[in-house]
């Protein structure tokens, strides 16, 4: 009925202004009329006894940074992706448009010469499927074999460099030929490597090899360096006064989070870092009480504990240096999501595990 | 004799009769109806190196397997606003501005923003009357090798594979 459900209402909105047993009598009445709605009204503003005098604990709010580098590189494929890819670009032989070999290349130029030589090899233009033709006979057979390398993108990008390099005479020469091929260096100059074809010594030039995805810094395991995991998300963790690991905050002092969060990145990693803080909202929080005996021996009981809020910040360029922090900080890492949860304690990493990204 | 232009009536009939008849689907079409194979150009897979050596695959129309990028958003200042070296960029190919230098001191260089002056100003008058060189500052100009070298220290990530790009 009406009387009822207003009731019920007003109790429950109202069931932090009114003591117990009122609240009780409240929620028991069943009347239905007027009459009930308005005793309702007047115990509501019943002055309930006053308890014994709580202070006023509260927690303190500090801002943490969560300061990630995006992965620099896409991931790895799947084997299965992998082979889709290929079974695609196969499938793309015989969908598309022939390719229109004179609009690019002049006939009976030395550049014609060597795409009809190298075209007679490997049977169409793209030079990433293997040995394939997409119209004659032979169209049909364009699934690769289980452990075939033409998946590889490491064996595609080899060919792409390949048929950069070499005229396709090579293939043709008889006699057996040493290739000598000098990697090109940091500085791009263009070096010389030779070849023997046919008894004359001929000379191209070599590119240079694209650059590892598995970095020095991978192998050497250097956690403070940023050229590692480029596959991954880096975040920065730092150690604190008390010798634990956790992402550089402090306590909010007549600021925003997000000032906070700017203030923290420079007191903590220094200027040499370009960053950016991503909005104003915290995308996480953690609460920490202080155990008994701490709160025994500081001169605020009252503050239980703190309430960290996390902001999302970027890194774009620039290196931590912890040389002139002002929060006590000994020691930074760069980590990823797994090693993270290594080193950091399991109530922190409850609390901090769902604002890290997957990758 | 029937007037050359028809009654208004006869004209819209005859526009309708002309005019192509475009109906709009009534009924659910279950069977397959055929369609037209789009008229795609021939793609290749190329690797595309950048000014900084990262690299990556893509597809494009072009036959050449490889591109070397010389201008790109890793040597521009607008994308590397940290980066110090493309700020002070001087380029100087022809080497007209070291013979301008050369003949008229560095009086009319603009202000650098490292290089704190503690020259008077009067200092670049005096030049300019007697004609004389002033003394070398630190060269700004340095080449596009160096500098590519030097932007790679300066950027975190310096390494970069290949990316998968299918």
């Known amino acids: 009925m009406n009387g009822r459900q207003t009731t019920r209402r007003l109790a429950l909105t109202a069931s932090q202004y009114i003591c117990r047993p009122c609240r009780d009598t409240i929620s028991r009445s069943t009347y239905s009329t007027a009459a009930a709605v308005q005793t309702d009204n007047q115990s509501l503003q019943h002055i309930h006894p006053v308890a014994s005098a709580t202070p006023q604990t509260s927690y303190a709010v500090n801002a943490g940074v969560v300061l990630s580098r995006p992965p620099m590189i896409t991931r790895d494929l799947h084997p299965f992706e992998s082979a889709y890819f290929l079974y695609q670009r196969r499938l793309n032989e015989r969908l598309a448009l022939p390719f229109t070999r004179y609009f690019y290349i002049k006939k009976n130029t030395p550049a014609d010469l060597e795409w009809k030589r190298k075209l007679r090899q490997r049977l169409t233009p793209a030079r990433d499927i293997g040995r394939y033709k997409g119209y004659g006979d032979e169209a049909w057979n364009d699934e690769a074999l289980v452990g075939a390398p033409e998946r590889e993108i490491q064996w595609q990008v080899e060919r792409l460099l390949e048929d950069a390099e070499q005229t396709g005479k090579e293939g043709q020469a008889e006699a057996e030929s040493e290739i000598e091929h000098k990697e090109g260096g940091e500085k791009a100059e263009k070096s010389v490597a030779t070849t023997t074809v046919g008894g004359k010594v001929v000379q191209h030039e070599s590119f240079e090899r694209p650059m590892p995805r598995i970095t020095e810094a991978d192998l050497k395991g250097d956690v403070q360096s940023l050229n590692r995991q480029l596959q991954r998300t880096l975040y920065l963790v730092v150690k604190d006064k008390s010798g634990q690991w956790m992402f550089p905050q402090d306590r909010i002092t007549q600021e925003s989070l997000h000032t906070a969060a700017e203030r923290i990145i420079v007191q903590s990693g220094g200027i040499n870092m370009n960053t950016w803080v991503v909005g104003r909202v915290p995308i996480g929080h953690q609460q920490y009480d202080f155990p008994s005996k701490v709160l025994q021996a500081s001169p605020n009981p009252n503050e239980l504990g703190y309430k960290t809020f996390f902001m999302k910040a970027r890194i774009m360029a620039g290196q931590a240096n912890l040389k002139e922090n002002k929060l006590g900080l000994s020691d930074f890492k760069w980590l990823t999501r797994e090693e993270i949860e290594k080193e950091v304690r399991k109530d922190y990493w409850r609390s901090v595990k769902n604002m890290l990204a997957d990758r | ?166």
């Open chain 2, 1 to 166: 004799m029937s007037s050359p232009i028809p009654s208004p009536g006869a004209l819209r009939l005859l526009r309708r009769a002309i005019a192509p008849q475009i109906s709009l689907p009534t009924h659910q079409v279950r069977h397959a109806t055929l369609l037209r194979r789009p008229k795609r150009p021939y793609t290749f897979t190329q690797l595309v190196t950048l000014s900084d050596g990262s690299t990556f695959l893509h597809r494009t129309t072009s036959p050449a397997p490889v591109y070397k990028s010389t201008k790109d958003q890793r040597n521009t200042p607008l994308w590397n606003p940290s980066s110090q070296k493309l700020l002070n960029v001087e380029e100087d190919e022809a080497g007209k501005l070291a013979a301008f230098r050369a003949k008229f001191g560095r009086g009319w260089d603009a202000v650098s923003t490292d290089e704190t002056s503690t020259e008077q100003p009067i200092d670049h008058l005096l030049d300019l009357i007697s004609g004389q060189q002033s003394k070398a500052a630190g060269p700004k100009s340095t080449g596009k090798k160096a500098q590519a070298a030097d932007a790679k220290s300066s950027e975190p990530a310096l390494a970069k594979g290949v990316a998968g790009k299918k």
